[in-house]
């Protein structure tokens, strides 16, 4: 549901004329002790585009503990 509702406000209003966006995606790690203390593992920014054409990015973070990961979606924003 919080997906739905970031997905619809995202598509509401004037875009910013970034068409030309490039699909990207960039991978930020936290470091070991941040692991260890919070499980925080990495953050990910992935900028790709609607089948309309319009530019988003959505935002994940992987979480874990041990060898176990998990990967959520933050949020999906307009650019």
Do not use: W
């Amino acid at each position: 549901m919080a997906l739905e509702v970031d997905f619809a406000a995202s598509q509401s209003g004037e875009s910013e004329a970034h068409e030309h966006a490039t699909p990207s995606m960039e991978i930020k790690y936290f470091n070991g002790e941040a692991t260890e203390s919070t499980g925080l593992v990495a953050a990910v920014e992935c900028v790709t585009h609607l089948a309309d054409g319009s530019p988003v990015l959505i935002a994940l973070v992987v979480t874990g503990k041990g060898s176990e990961r998990y990967i959520t979606v933050e949020g999906i924003d307009r650019i």
